[in-house]
């Protein structure tokens, strides 16, 4: 492992500076970003399909504020006819107190945020949950040079503020490691607590990408429901990014 390499983790860490190494996909990542998705997931069990088309986004405001975004619009049959209308938006602003090195491998970046979700009030065509709602959030971003592997254990709260009851607590793992010349994979496991419903609606996604220089990349995904709760059986989705 390079000097060079070393060094540059430390700045990284130390200053929250963006690197190349960064990669949009992580939450906590220092990066400006915009992507263009579109998800689709369905369950098979008769309760319909839904494609979600939206922009998530992200701007450094600062170096250790960072604020991101997403607007939604969704087609879905759920009610038993074609709908489509906005489902959401959602405001995400992320504060990294400090940063720091472990040690000679390993670099740490600690975060804090909310989410602001506004819905659109869809919920009779069967497009959002029918709340406007708080979700504090806590995690960590855990680098390791040699790798590029980087591991971001989250854990958040959300609460509604307006319309139904929403009050489900979120543990939330993911792993994103580079590979061969431009590719990246992530695993992002969502492992959710339904206190009204006392259900775990856990979910899993896959994302394979690949980067086409400094300024875009490209990626594939896969959805997957798990167990007796699960919000969906299986999906898939694809993203477009620009970066800058």
């Known amino acids: 492992m390079s000097r060079k390499f070393l060094l540059a983790l430390g700045l990284m860490f130390t200053t929250g500076v963006a690197l190349a190494e960064e990669n949009a996909s992580n939450p906590l990542s220092a ?10 997931n369905s369950d098979f069990i008769g309760l319909g399909d839904k494609h979600d088309v939206y922009v998530d ?3 450094m405001l600062t170096p250790k504020l960072k604020l991101k975004y997403e607007l939604h619009y969704n087609f879905t049959d759920v009610t038993g006819t074609n709908e489509n209308d906005f489902e959401k938006l959602v405001i995400k602003p992320i504060y990294f107190p400090f940063q720091t090195k472990l040690n000679d491998d390993w670099g740490l970046r600690a975060a804090v945020g909310f989410d602001l979700i506004f819905e659109f009030n869809n919920e ?3 497009i959002g949950v029918g709340a406007d709602q708080f979700g504090p959030l806590v995690g960590v971003a855990l680098a390791h ?3 590029g592997l980087v591991l971001i254990p989250l854990l958040q709260h ?6 139904v009851d929403v009050n489900q607590t979120a543990a939330r793992l993911i792993a994103i490691k580079p590979f061969g ?3 990246w994979a992530k695993l992002d496991a969502k492992i959710p607590y ?4 006392k259900t775990w609606p856990i979910s899993a996604e896959f994302q394979v990408g690949y980067n086409f220089g400094p300024s875009w990349a490209v990626y594939a995904e896969g959805l997957l429901g798990i167990g007796n709760d699960r919000p969906y059986d299986a999906g898939g989705g694809l993203g477009l990014r620009f970066k800058y």
Request: net charge positive.
């Open 158 to 163: 959300f609460t509604s503020i307006s319309g």
């Open 145 to 147: 040079s040699r790798s």
């Open 181 to 183: 010349k431009g590719y």
């Open 57 to 59: 986004g992200a701007q």
């Open 194 to 197: 339904d206190w009204e419903a």
């Open 31 to 40: 990066v400006n970003n915009v992507d263009i998705r579109g998800q689709y």
């Open 124 to 126: 009779k065509k069967g």
